[in-house]
């Protein structure tokens, strides 16, 4: 092949990188969905390819003597054919204020026997402690009967539409599949930041007339003549 035929338009060559972060992506994610994948950054390096994987619990990720991200590297490197490829493993900062970790662990305990209306309140007191400003759960499926509905279960202050509810409002969803079918968990959260339409009015500064000024300093030097 000649080298004029390797050689891509540059848009060609963007499109292939954001194909394969995104397989990369949707790899880890299939692969690590029971051991607590959250989400993870792909980077391009003079020495090849580094993956940052955010976990709850990054022990289960990394496990005994780094065996699972070796296997990982390996799998990467043969079947998405990524160059020289090296993960790295870190927790995820307040846990209780990611809506996917948030909504795996309600289908977590729905597939443990725990009923949906304890498992989304406990999720709602979860949300809340972490100093979320507000948070809103909906789950649905056949929760009561044969018919599919649904629940919702809101505390503080959520954003429904807006420049804040895209850029501020965090959201997932999740499904969990049961004995009685599929249920879908939908979980939005609102971290604690000070939103578009807050403001401050800042007290105006009290400015001291110039005679009043000047009266001062005529009595301290007074007072200091005296004193002298």
């Keep these: 092949m000649s080298i004029q035929q390797k050689r891509l338009p540059v848009y060609k060559k963007i499109l292939q990188d954001k194909v394969k972060e995104w397989m990369i992506k949707e790899f880890l994610n299939y692969r690590l969905a029971k051991q607590g ?12 390819t580094r993956v940052i994987i955010y976990a709850e619990r990054p022990n289960r990720i990394i496990g005994r003597k780094g065996l699972i991200v070796k296997e ?3 799998l990467l490197s043969k079947k998405l054919n990524v160059e020289n490829p090296v993960i790295d493993v870190t ?28 498992a989304g ?4 007191r979860q949300i ?4 979320a400003r507000g948070a809103e759960i909906t789950i649905s499926g056949k929760l009561t009967s044969e018919r599919a509905r649904f629940e919702k279960y809101v505390f503080g202050t ?20 049961l004995k009685p079918g599929l249920y879908g968990i939908e979980v939005r ?8 339409d807050e403001f401050t009015i800042k007290p105006p500064a009290r400015e001291v007339p110039a005679e009043v000024q ?3 300093t005529e009595g301290g030097s007074g007072g200091e003549q005296a004193k002298a």
């Design 214 to 216: 000047g009266v001062s």
């Design 37 to 48: 994948y959250v989400d993870s950054d792909v980077m391009r390096t003079p020495l090849g």
């Design 189 to 196: 959260i609102l971290p604690p930041v000070k939103a578009s």
């Design 158 to 177: 959520i954003y429904k539409n807006g420049y804040d509810s895209k850029s501020k409002v965090q959201r997932f969803v999740g499904q969990v599949l």
């Design 121 to 124: 309140m406990i999720a709602i």
């Design 128 to 131: 809340m402690d972490g100093g």
């Design 72 to 74: 990982l590297q390996e």
């Design 91 to 118: 927790p995820v900062q307040n846990p209780e204020l990611n809506p996917k970790i948030i909504a795996n662990r309600i289908a977590w305990a729905m597939t443990k026997g725990v009923k949906f209306r304890r």
